[in-house]
């Protein structure tokens, strides 16, 4: 990735385009990570905004998936039309599915959309923003909860044993539906989590889907478990903000958006085995911040 050249200006503060690539079914993604910035605009003096282009998918089947993504070279070509600032796309499984490495070919052909529409913008997708996320926190083990089929979800497990990480357990809560998945309430997903094998790993990924809600739920789950977890919404965030060249942290997001892995490019050593796992400082709030936030408020995350 690329870090963006432009940001737009206003009389006191840098606002920042967001762009998402998202399935139209899809009504998470554009609910958590603007929460998540939202919060991050109360302790920041950066501001976002979000802009959408959607690709059809209903039902989440390597048969949609595959339609949905080759499709999203239009949506980056839309998106680059409102000169974004970072794209994201919201989609994991369907990069994963399309075999090992592939968000490294997404993330490039997209990025090529927006340099040939002469508004050249980074690309994050979810999938790739999820490896990374964990190889910021040294995670070489994990255990995780997605809600596919079986199937789609060994796919997630094998995507990632390609990248070097380990899935020491998974729950595939085999929801077809893509508003289902959006359905599922996330309190339940600590216990869903506290139920697998995860001794050995050294963070837990709370929902391995864009779609499943789970932010009101990652710190409780964190202390529930005694390690970091992540989702792949939190991991598209942090690299979000990475490719934007900002600090990446949000306050009430766990320990990858503590502050702890703002300024991370490689990743940072295993938490050793035996070690309780304690919750990296808070972010500190810079004074010259504002107290309030945009017009309409900030979301509570």
Do not use: W
């Amino acid at each position: 990735m690329t870090t963006h050249r432009a940001t737009h200006r206003t009389t006191h503060r840098t606002t920042y385009r967001i762009g998402q690539i998202v399935p139209s079914s899809n009504v998470t993604m554009e609910t958590e990570v603007p929460a998540l910035l939202r919060a991050r605009e109360r302790v920041a003096p950066e501001r976002f905004t979000f802009h959408s282009s959607r690709m059809r998918m209903t039902r989440v089947t390597p048969e949609q998936l595959r339609t949905m993504d080759a499709d999203s070279d239009r949506c980056a070509l839309e998106l680059s039309d409102a000169r974004v600032d970072v794209l994201g796309y919201a989609c994991l499984v369907a990069v994963m599915s399309n075999g090992p490495g592939y968000h490294r070919e997404s993330e490039r052909r997209l990025h090529r959309r927006t340099v040939e529409n002469g508004a050249p913008a980074p690309v994050v997708t979810s999938a790739g923003a999820l490896v990374a996320g964990l190889h910021v926190l040294g995670a070489k083990k994990v255990a995780l909860v997605a809600p596919y089929l079986r199937p789609l979800a060994r796919t997630v497990v094998d995507y990632l044993a390609h990248e070097g990480i380990t899935v020491t357990d998974h729950a595939a809560l085999e929801i077809p539906d893509n508003l289902a998945v959006a359905a599922h309430d996330p309190a339940r997903l600590p216990g869903i989590a506290a139920r697998l094998a995860h001794a050995e790993a050294d963070a837990v990924v709370l929902s391995a889907c864009v779609q499943m809600p789970s932010l009101a739920a990652v710190e409780e789950a964190e202390q529930r478990l005694g390690k970091p977890v992540v989702s792949a919404a939190i991991c598209t965030v942090h690299q979000l903000l990475r490719a934007l060249g900002l600090p990446a942290f949000a306050p009430g997001a766990g320990a990858l958006l503590s502050g702890a892995y703002q300024a991370s490019t490689s990743p940072a050593p295993a938490p050793a085995p035996t070690a309780p796992f304690r919750p990296p400082p808070a972010v500190p709030q810079p004074s010259a911040v504002p107290p309030s936030g945009p017009p309409g408020g900030a979301p509570t995350v």
